[in-house]
Every structure is written in C-alpha cells, then in structure tokens.
C-alpha cells in the first residue's frame, strides 16, 4: 500500500513548513489517474500523523477529474483510468490533468 508512503510524505513537508506549530488541517489535491485510493490515504494520514504536529489534523482531499486531449482529432476525453478511447476512436490521448498529488493548502495553529 503506496498511500502510506505518500501520507508520511505529505506529513513530513506539512511538519517541516509549519515551523514549528501545529497543523489542524491540510488540503490535499489527488488526480484520479494518480492511481492513489483516496479513503486508504485517509486512513494511513490518522495512522502516520501520530505523534507528529499533524496529529489529529483534518486531511481533505480534492479529487481532480483526469483529461485528455485526441492527438487525431483533438477532441477532450475525460479519464477515470489511465487509458480511453476518444469518440472518434483513437486512443493516441494526451493527458492534461488528472495525475496530480500536491498539497494545495494548510491550516496551521
């Protein structure tokens, strides 16, 4: 489970910015083609933030839709999985978004 690696990470950057206070919650952006399941990254957050400054902080977690762009006919595809087909029946796509994984915003006491 990669989630607990990425939990311990985004703690580790929250803690190191926060300088010292406590951090009450962080806002956390995640593609939906990051292939990160958001509910177990909640999860392995509660169980990595203990006895950090993070501890007990909120972790919200804003799905970003993945996009795509046909490189045939340049029509938008929207992604739930790394891979799709355009309407016109291509699947030569150029992602736009969708694999992001990057803290957007913190709170902090």
Not at 61 to 84: N, T
């Amino acid at each position: 489970m990669h989630e607990l690696g990425i939990a311990m990470r985004v703690i580790d950057l929250a803690v190191e910015s926060s300088a010292g206070a406590r951090v009450s919650r962080i806002v956390l952006e995640v593609g939906k083609l990051a292939t990160v399941l958001p509910d177990a990254l909640r999860f392995c957050f509660a169980a990595a933030a203990e006895g950090t400054a993070a501890e007990g902080a909120q972790l919200d977690i804003v799905e970003v839709p993945g996009m795509a762009r046909c490189r045939e006919c340049g029509g938008s595809v929207e992604l739930s999985r790394p891979f799709g087909r355009c309407s016109c029946g291509n699947s030569d796509l150029e992602w736009l978004s969708g694999d992001e994984l990057r803290i957007r915003e913190m709170e902090v006491v």
